[in-house]
């Protein structure tokens, strides 16, 4: 289902996956580069309501608008502010989550709109091939509990150059309950996806195949998801 919502900076557009019995809404918003087309939002959106998460894939005004380039950051923050009504129009608690810019957005967010958690898809450490201008301290100040799915290979950032996170992929980190130490604190975990770049796309010299890469996504988001609550 397509919902056209009207923002101060313009019209944007939610897509609703509902799950029959949620739990949550999971609000995916795309980078500056691309759209709802991502692979990484699209294998969420077909995924997670399986699994009692409602997805609404969202389009910032300036995608709905046809522009070819992304406004400002405090831009992209009040489009998504404009759509939070929308998405708490359920009653249930909702994750803020997005891919790169998107993720940022998410981050900068989640504590002034009440956001449940975090998902940041290839989240932007720093501009490719300058580590110096470290974007960590969006991810740290999201304030709510965050998992950060990031490509082996992104040149935005490979995941040994974060900060210590609280779990990793593969481990029985993921706090168990809302009322867990490192869920009220906040903090992130990090899955990582081998060998994929900032897309998440893998080589063919990979020994994941895209579809096992997108597997590993979609597993770590479920895993996460279920650890809220």
Known sequence: MIEIVETDIGTARLTWHR???????????????????????????????????????VEQPWRVAGKKVAPAPKTLDAGWRGIWPALTGMGLPVIAGGRSAGARVACRTATELGARAVLALSFPLHPPGKPEKSRADELLGAGVPTLVVQGGNDPFGRPEEFPEPLGSSGSSEFPESPDSPESSQGGFELVEVPDADHGLAVPKRSPLTQEEALKVVTDGVVRWAVSLG
């Open 19 to 57: 799950a029959q019995d949620a739990r949550f809404v999971l609000a995916l918003s795309h980078g500056a580069g691309g759209g709802i087309e991502a692979r990484d939002l699209q294998a969420l959106a077909r995924v997670l309501p399986g699994h009692g998460v409602t997805v609404a894939l």
